[in-house]
């Protein structure tokens, strides 16, 4: 879940959850015994600078933050989870790992759209129809995409901390006590959550791939790829401000799109998940503190 500078975000993990707060981040995860083990580290110090106050500029660092910090997270689960703990990956694995995700997802939800959509070109004299057509394709890929992989035993695991950690967040938010009863009684939807932030970058490639031309081939292919920082700030921005005005009815109504896609990428937590959670919150809340504490 993007975490704008001050707000508490995170995502979940292989049996656990990682939390991002304003200086540190913690993941916590339950092994195979039953214990919550938990760690936390410093948040580099790039993706904590003032550069993330910067409008725009703060949503290609987040999206930065956000496969890096993931991508540490989720190796650190998978090792806890399994009961096998491993040998740290090398800042050289964990860059590969990132380029082949990235490679991936380009290739499926932005090259892949574009090549089905060639039928498409011409249509009515000029290229909006090939253009909405593309997006519509992409929009549907991704969407079977969450829908297919939720339909695997671990990643229904997932989505079901996914839920616990919007639960978590909510009740931080509000400054209620950090317990399981009273994480329980929030929805497992958030503004904030990254499947929102998938789901508006799709919609707003729609918007602004429609007003590209196709051709010449190399605007057509370079701005699938060169854009996707653009698309990915704009997308950043309007979360945070959906996020941040929910007392405001128009933004609680744009909102609504993204809240029901999450009923595709969150379950209902059991206590245990929810606990797990509450790790990981108290853990990120408890270093932050810390540091706040020897400023003062």
């Not at 429609?210 to 996707?228: A, M, Q």
């Not at 744009?254 to 059991?270: A, W």
Request: charged share 20%; aromatic share 8%.
């Amino acid at each position: 879940m993007p975490s704008p500078r001050n707000s508490y975000g995170g995502q979940a993990v292989l049996e656990g959850v990682m939390i991002r707060g304003k200086e540190h981040f913690s993941v916590s995860v339950r092994n195979p015994s039953g214990q919550i083990i938990t760690q936390t580290k410093s948040v580099p110090s790039l993706l904590s600078s003032r550069f993330k106050q910067i409008p725009f500029i703060r949503g290609i660092i987040t999206l930065a933050e956000t496969l890096i910090l993931g991508m540490d997270a989720l190796s650190y689960s998978s090792s806890i989870a399994s009961g096998e703990e491993h040998e740290k990956p090398s800042k050289f694995s964990i860059a590969l790992m990132l380029a082949i995700s990235l490679m991936v997802a380009i290739i499926l939800f932005f090259l892949l759209p574009l090549f089905a959509s060639t039928p498409l070109e011409g249509m009515f004299g000029n290229d909006v129809a090939s253009n909405m057509g593309e997006g519509i394709i992409r929009l549907s890929i991704f969407l079977l995409y969450v829908f297919l992989i939720g339909l695997m035993k671990d990643i229904k695991r997932v989505y079901m901390y996914h839920g616990a950690e919007h639960m978590t967040v909510h009740a931080q938010e509000n400054n209620d006590p950090l317990s399981i009863e009273n994480v329980r009684k929030y929805n497992t939807a958030h503004p904030r959550c990254g499947t929102a932030f998938l789901l508006t970058v799709m919609v707003v490639s729609i918007i602004i791939f429609t007003f590209i031309p196709r051709d010449p081939v190399w605007i057509l292919y370079g701005s699938r790829i060169l854009l996707i920082p653009v698309i990915a700030s704009i997308s950043y921005e309007f979360i945070r401000m959906t996020g941040k005005y929910q007392s405001i009815s128009l933004f609680r109504a744009v909102s609504i799109p993204n809240l029901m896609m999450q009923k595709l990428t969150t379950r209902e937590p059991d206590d245990l998940q929810i606990e797990v959670a509450i790790e990981a919150m108290q853990a990120a809340l408890d270093a932050d503190k810390r540091i706040c504490n020897k400023v003062d």
